[in-house]
T-cell receptor, first 113, second 118 residues
Framework: AQKVTQAQTEISVVEKEDVTLDCVYE???????LFWYKQPPSGELVFLIR??????QNEISGRYSWNFQKSTSSFNFTITASQVVDSAVYFC??????????FGAGTRLTVKP | NAGVMQNPRHLVRRRGQEARLRCSPM?????VYWYRQLPEEGLKFMVY????????ESGMPKERFSAEFPKEGPSILRIQQVVRGDSAAYFC????FGVGQESGNTIYFGEGSWLTVV
């Protein structure tokens, strides 16, 4: 079975706070890819990051960072010093070597000024 | 380099009518995917196509839905005899190679087409 769980349905923080969005996945495959997408209120899906299952290095891009831990099947996303413009729904997704990308249900992040 | 282009962005159809959603992949991308997002839900895979071929349609409803990606022109997702339950956002995505290939297997999404059935 292949499944992505984003247990946090909604998170609300005040601007400048750090926030971590959790993503836990299930797959029996040894080769797979993990993604994070952002869906702002305008509705489009914005690609944030792709990580393959053999690369457990954490990644930092500006205020964004990702922590990939195969031991716990997690691929968590942290926003440092959050801003109002970070308000969006964030989706974690998993794809194997087939073509079926499985998305989590999404976490709605609200950053208040 | 334009991204994945979808049109129309918004479409209203009466029950029983047909809906056609178009998707032009990014330049150089020959792999197209369609996903559906129901209100307040995540995205669900529908179909994966390459030029003139349906590779995987395991997520497509068995009836009323069809997809094509002709040699020339955009990919089309067609919904016949729409019902209220078809109201959703339909996202198209493209990639330069198949997902199983490491290089360039990032999948980019279009802005979505919102279908409302009244």
């Amino acid at each position: 079975a292949q499944k992505v769980t984003q247990a946090q349905t909604e998170i609300s923080v005040v601007e400048k706070e750090d926030v971590t969005l959790d993503c836990v996945y299930e797959t029996r495959d040894t080769t797979y890819y993990l993604f994070w997408y952002k869906q702002p209120p305008s509705g489009e899906l914005v690609f944030l990051i792709r990580r393959n299952s053999f690369d457990e290095q954490n990644e930092i891009s500006g205020r964004y960072s990702w922590n990939f831990q195969k031991s716990t099947s997690s691929f968590n996303f942290t926003i440092t010093a959050s801003q109002v413009v970070d308000s969006a729904v964030y989706f974690c997704a998993l794809i194997r070597t087939n073509n079926d990308m499985r998305f989590g249900a999404g976490t709605r992040l609200t950053v208040k000024p | 380099n334009a991204g994945v282009m979808q049109n129309p962005r918004h479409l209203v159809r009466r029950r029983g009518q047909e809906a056609r959603l178009r998707c032009s992949p990014m330049k150089g991308h020959s792999h197209v995917y369609w996903y559906r997002q129901l209100p307040e839900e995540g995205l669900k895979f529908m179909v994966y196509l390459q030029k003139e071929n349906i590779i995987d349609e395991s997520g497509m409803p068995k009836e009323r839905f069809s997809a094509e990606f002709p040699k020339e022109g955009p990919s089309i997702l067609r919904i016949q005899q729409v019902v209220r339950g078809d109201s959703a956002a339909y996202f198209c995505a493209s990639s330069p190679f198949g997902v199983g290939q490491e290089s360039g297997n990032t999948i980019y999404f279009g802005e979505g087409s919102w279908l409302t059935v009244v």
